[in-house]
């Protein structure tokens, strides 16, 4: 198997932009993790905190340390696992340090890591280790019988790995025995040679069928995390809290590889908790946390008083991968002081590709998030040129509305095995991200983003993309329901919350809302119901038979605007 992607010449065309900025130092990711892990300098500093407030653990690693167990495992995965480079790992695990040192392990030996969330349905993981064709997969001790149940349906699936606090079940412990400036040879393991290698593919939910895998190279990883340097100027003393889960671009981009690009710090929370927020930024000294829309709303409902601590380092948030409501940004930003650092991206241009700029003044700052019917995106990262096309690929001018298109070296090598998915979204020598906006430029001429709505139908919920056609099946499948649909509406905490327009067999006799929730709560996550039903006898397909999901949002939006401000709470199953 080629670790190093053979990009078709379409999408080959939006990776490559001459003159943007300089090329990157090294020319493999081993070559960058030996840049920092053998930096005399960086030897003593902390690198990676990790907090479980749950099982009051709290544990580091210094760049040494760091350094010694993440070669130990790379070992370990190269001679007893057997995985080499151009393989594929996945991963079922969440936020834990051990997850951090297999990543980083897996990128040494030049191994792609699937990272898949621990709750996703069964079928969803079978599917993404299947089409991924991994060979190998990393789960949590409680997870190992049922991936090993999935194995004999896999063919390409040689290896099912348990893991626990202490690390694997067998193999090397994951914590480091001791502070040291020494590192263990890689002898055969080290493998890895080209900025071109695969280093993530990201499964992302799609409007129709299956999800799609965005591979993602180590030149992407490394791209974006310069940009996000260079953009925030962040730096050797700077330490950026994870709070989000790093099955996700965000989580991994900015607060794992960033980190390690600018010789500063990580504080890896197991999980976001808002009693234990900002005590936490105060204890570690964080300078920088990412965050979606919703967290925010959360810490505004909290509504701690921080008299007590020591927040002066603290810049600020960053905050993408949801809709940022105009409100929201406003209170958060009055009631607590700190400015946010409002972006935007996409898994498929490897996280963010642009930023509000970090120079602009309280005033400017405050123009951008406010005096518009959206809060500003900001303007393009380095590594990455933006537009607002047409459906014909044509620019178009200031203020005129139309689709956000993104080209550069952060824009990802295209979709695993899916040639219809990268013949619809790569074209014009642009990657077409389906979202609708516009640009404004400040006096200077800087072109500031604007997201005004989502040409594509994922539902956002909370910052983590939805398809609503899985939910469309299950509905569907009730006995008494001829069709169904879910729409995504606006909601104070999670950006959007999903609704189901529900369609009955037999006016007569309509299933009850109670009915329908319960049935969804049998068959899906809490995160993918439904929260309201709305009942209809309309089928609302076009003339060639596809739904109008964004004309029944339309017009749904008067009725469910009642529940924006509503708390749903998860009831559990009995």
């Known amino acids: 198997m080629s670790p190093v992607i053979a990009v078709p010449e ?9 003159g943007l900025c300089p090329p990157l130092s090294w020319n493999s990711f081993a070559d960058f993790f030996k840049s920092r892990v053998y930096d005399r300098a ?11 407030d749950d099982r009051a653990v709290r544990c580091t690693y210094s760049y040494a340390e760091f350094g010694t167990v993440v070669q130990l495992v790379a070992t370990f995965l190269h001679d007893h696992v057997g995985v080499r480079r151009g393989d594929r790992m996945a991963t079922i695990l969440f936020n834990h340090d051990v997850t951090v040192v297999l990543y980083f392990a897996a990128w040494l030996l030049g191994v792609t890591i699937v990272p898949i969330n621990v709750e996703e349905s069964t079928d969803k993981k079978r599917y993404i280790l299947e089409h991924s064709e991994a060979s190998a997969v990393c789960c949590w001790h409680s997870l190992f019988k049922e991936v090993k149940d999935l194995q004999h349906e896999l063919p390409t699936l040689r290896y099912v790995i348990a893991l626990n606090d202490e690390g694997f079940l067998e193999g090397p412990k994951h914590r480091a025995p001791a502070k040291t400036g020494t590192f263990p040879s890689l002898g055969r393991a080290s493998h890895a040679h080209e900025l071109d290698d695969e280093a993530l593919i990201v499964y992302t939910s799609g409007t129709t069928g299956p999800p799609k895998g965005v591979v993602l190279t180590v030149e992407n990883l490394l791209l974006d995390a310069d940009a996000i340097t260079d953009r925030h100027q962040f730096g050797a003393d700077d330490r950026l809290m994870c709070v989000l889960p790093i099955h996700h671009v965000n989580g991994t981009v900015v607060t794992l590889v960033t980190p390690f690009y600018c010789k500063g710090g990580i504080v890896l929370n197991r999980k976001f908790k808002s009693t234990t927020f900002w005590l936490r930024l105060h204890e570690e000294r964080v300078t920088c946390v990412s965050v979606v829309p919703t967290l925010l709303e959360f810490l505004l409902d909290a509504d701690e008083n921080l008299a007590s601590y020591k927040l002066d380092g603290f810049g600020g948030f960053i905050c993408g991968a949801g809709p940022l409501l105009k409100d929201t940004a406003t209170r958060f930003e009055d009631r607590f002081g700190f400015p ?18 970090n120079d602009l003044s309280r005033d400017e700052h405050r123009h951008w998030i406010r005096d518009y019917e959206f809060p500003s995106i900001g303007v393009p990262l380095r590594h990455n040129l933006m537009a607002i096309l047409d459906d014909c690929g044509h620019r178009l001018p200031e203020m005129a509305r139309g689709e956000i298109c993104i080209r550069g070296g952060t824009v990802c090598a295209g979709y695993f095995k899916r040639d219809d998915a990268n013949d619809s979204a790569f074209q014009w020598g642009w990657f077409r991200s389906g979202d609708e906006g516009f640009y404004v430029r400040d006096k200077s001429g800087r072109p500031f983003f604007f997201i005004s709505g989502r040409l594509k139908e994922l539902i956002i919920r909370g910052g983590v993309n939805i398809a609503p056609l899985e939910i469309d099946e299950v509905l569907r499948t009730h006995p008494l329901v001829r069709f169904a649909m879910a729409v995504p509406f606006e909601h104070r905490y999670y950006g959007e919350e999903i609704a189901a327009y529900v369609v009955p067999r037999d006016s007569a006799a309509p299933p009850t ?12 996550p809490f995160s993918k119901c439904p929260k309201v039903i709305r009942f209809g006898q309309e089928v609302p397909y076009t003339s060639t038979g596809k739904p109008k999901r964004l004309e029944l949002k339309a017009h749904l939006a008067p009725i469910l605007a009642t529940y924006r401000e509503f708390q749903f709470k998860e009831v559990k199953l009995t």
């Open 10 to 18: 379409h999408i080959a065309q939006t990776r490559k932009v001459e």
């Open 42 to 52: 960086l030897v003593n500093r902390t690198f990676l905190t990790y907090c479980d």
């Open 340 to 357: 946010i650092r409002h972006g935007y991206g996409l898994s498929e241009t490897t996280c963010y590709s642009c930023f509000l700029p």
């Open 513 to 524: 809302e109670a009915e329908m929730l319960a049935h969804c709560r049998h068959r899906l």
